[in-house]
């Protein structure tokens, strides 16, 4: 791939798999990884209340086993459901967010244990100081464990139900269309149900001159005539 | 050919993949490999034959999850602690050789400084600590009055254990990943702790503790002393990533330094772990005798130098 600005910009990494395909991982910016981290925050200071309560009945025994709780769940917690529940803590989970390794597969016991151990430089000063400057500056939102551990947090692909276009008698376009053009037409189709009616028209009456209608008067038509083609390029005759 | 047609003729194979993705039938895994190869094939049909939005979401769906399924690495925690503590840990330690060396040299070098200055001359304590320390050190090392020479509960033994576990692994964690942003810093970290405890003992043996101070620590200090030592040179390794990457780039050096110093930190977690329990249930007790007590340390000194020295030689090369 030469060389495309747009790339630079762009929030999603490609990789290539063994099998020859080009996956794509959308990365996930600051404000949903504090949010998630909130979630957590607050999760934890539950099982802190709860444990405390129940604890605090066995004495000094009950100290001892609260300072273990704390360290433990104050390092491993996030350890713990990244590596059980496919890479996310309640809090990412909740948010729709995912750790993987940079190739897209899932994240490792050694890379968990690495961006969670590191978790305590980007913390720093105070409020994740150095975490939220690291991922500024980087194209993938990597905090200072991810980068050591080699790991990204990405936005967990929702597989869309396959909307059934709008029902229109399918259509043949008069002119051969490129792939692009193709798209965006089905791309119109899938979509138009989610607009109001007159967005659809303002839109289908751009393309009058594909329509055989070049002074775009009756929009109406125009929108059943786009349906119609987008169901014709998918197949239907 | 068209995408109706191509979703008619894929449809069934896509919904059986993605039923066995979800955890439903996950015994009939044999031919996962090939199901993953088909899938990316018809993502990148799709792709190219210009096939709709939704479908190319839906296959690049099943695609990563069939990469994910087929790529990932099993968590074998047990097999992991075996191969740590047999090879890994002394191999990774000799392999920073002299980091490791680096980081003894800062934390027992102002150690000793220190504690012979203050055996020397009693008033260099207080140029060190301050006077309240000093005092709170007396009292709880007193030999005569203070919780640490007495049968203890048990209660108050697994008290101490969470205590040391809490706060001890917490600092070995924290001088590691210091080390991620303060470069050299956690060697330096090192020397400022060596000269605190080199100015506690020197006064402590000044004021006539010694004895009964050293029976307490001689047998857990092994653990603790080095592996905090251990976590200095770890943490030190991510550091010079930072201002030596090489030839590689500073993340990308990052990145290689901490698998490099993964294992080391592992063995300084699971030392400290060690230690916790040494310090909390045989180096309090009363029980025991302190002819035992020296031998049993300097046993556990030799173990930990010998486990270092020559654990893992086999993996080493």
Known sequence: MGFDPYQRLDTVRRIETPEGVELELPVAGPLPRALAWSVDLLLRMVAYSVAGAILSVLGDTGTGLFLLFIFFLEWFYPVVFELAFHGATPGKSALGLTV????????????????????FADLLPSGYLVGLLCMFFDPSFRRLGDMAAGTLVIHRGHARPSAALPQAPPLAPQIPLLAEEQRAIIAFAARSSTWTDGRQQELAGLLGDLLGDPSGSNSTLAVRKLCGMARWLQGER | M???HFVQRHQAEWTDLGR?????????????????????????????????????????????????????????????????????????????????????????????????????????????????????????????GTHYLRERAVDSDLLMFGYYIWNNIGIGFRTFASGALLGLGPVWFLASNGVTIGAVYGHLLNIGYGGPLTAFTVGHSSFELTAIVLSGA????????????????????????ARRALPIIEGATLMLLVAAVLEAFWSSSQVVPAALKYTVGAGLWVLVYGWLLLGGRRADR
């Open chain 2, 234 to 257: 770890a943490g030190a390794r991510l550091g010079l990533a930072w201002l030596n990457p090489g030839q590689w780039t500073r993340t990308e050096a990052l990145g290689r330094a």
């Open chain 1, 100 to 119: 993987v390794m940079a190739d897209g597969t899932p994240v490792t016991l050694s890379a968990s244990l690495l961006r969670n151990l590191l978790r």
């Open chain 2, 2 to 4: 068209h995408q109706d």
């Open chain 2, 20 to 144: 066995r993705l979800d955890g439903v039938d996950a015994k009939t895994w044999a031919d996962l490999p090939g199901a993953c190869r088909r899938v990316s094939q018809h993502l990148a049909l799709a792709r190219t034959r210009g096939y709709s939005a939704d479908l190319v979401a839906r296959l690049h769906d099943l695609a990563i999850r069939s990469h994910q399924q087929l790529y990932q690495q099993p968590v074998d925690l047990g097999t992991r602690l075996v191969a740590l503590v047999k090879d890994r840990v002394p191999a990774a330690v000799r392999a920073e050789w002299v980091l490791v060396g680096l980081a003894h040299l800062l934390f027992y070098g102002p150690l000793f400084v220190t504690l012979i200055a203050v055996h020397h001359d009693p008033h260099v304590v207080y140029s060190v600590l301050d006077m309240q320390t000093v005092s709170d050190m007396e009292t709880m090392y007193d030999p005569a």
